[in-house]
């Protein structure tokens, strides 16, 4: 491997997507490869700030929301999926860009103005080498949540993954099976790459 390899996981909120990322993570480590797992909202200051929004008790306007989790994007980037890949490590991502479109579409902002301000925040260099996106039904993603925060809710949740559905060069995988089918599926768009 010449550079690392970007990989994104995708969907709705309780789609599976942290119990596929950890059962990816530890067969690439099993398998040889040097990966890395991680997330946005991140834990730095900003992923930290957005998950107090996150828990309701205070509203935000949408594109306040979304000006925060495309700065914490850029950091994220910057500070660690850069690094990791000019390492030649496996990165394993827990939403992108992709979920500033879906779901801040879904509160209403025009997707198109979404893509713009997105690429603000990218390197044109650096793009995912796969997306996946988990597909779950809407009420059994509902059903799997218990945090609390403000988007676990079937009929939002619905208008998301009309929005996840409208974008290009998503991978998408059945996410409503038992979870080592799910698994298995991963493995083999993952293997291609590797
Ligand atoms: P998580 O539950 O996967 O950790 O994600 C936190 C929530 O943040 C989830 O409801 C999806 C939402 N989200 C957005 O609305 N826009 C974004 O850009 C990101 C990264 C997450």
């Excluded at 994104?8 to 309780?14: C, K």
């Excluded at 834990?43 to 594109?63: D, H, V």
């Excluded at 509902?142 to 998503?170: C, H, M, P, Q, W």
């Amino acid at each position: 491997m010449e550079k690392g390899v970007f990989i994104v996981l995708e969907g709705l909120d309780g789609c599976g997507k942290s119990t596929q990322a950890k059962l990816l993570y530890e067969w690439l480590k099993k398998e040889g490869y040097n990966a890395l797992i991680t997330a946005e909202p991140t834990r730095n200051e900003i992923g930290r700030c957005i998950r107090k929004i996150l828990s309701g008790k205070k509203r935000y306007n949408p594109k306040t929301l979304s000006y925060l989790f495309i700065s914490d994007r850029h950091e994220h980037l910057e500070k660690e999926i850069k690094p990791a890949l000019d390492n030649k490590k496996i990165v394993i991502c827990e939403r992108y860009y992709h979920s500033t479109i879906a779901y801040q579409a879904a509160q209403g902002i025009d997707m198109e103005y979404l893509i713009e301000l997105n690429s603000f925040a990218m390197d044109p260099e650096i793009k995912p080498d796969l997306v996946i996106f988990l597909d779950v039904k809407p009420d059994i993603a509902a059903s799997r949540t218990s945090t609390g925060e403000i988007f676990e809710n079937e009929k939002f949740l619905r208008g998301v993954r009309e929005n996840y559905l409208r974008l290009d060069n998503l991978t998408r995988i059945d996410g409503n099976r038992p979870i080592e089918e799910v698994f298995s599926d991963m493995k083999k768009v993952v293997s291609v790459l590797l």
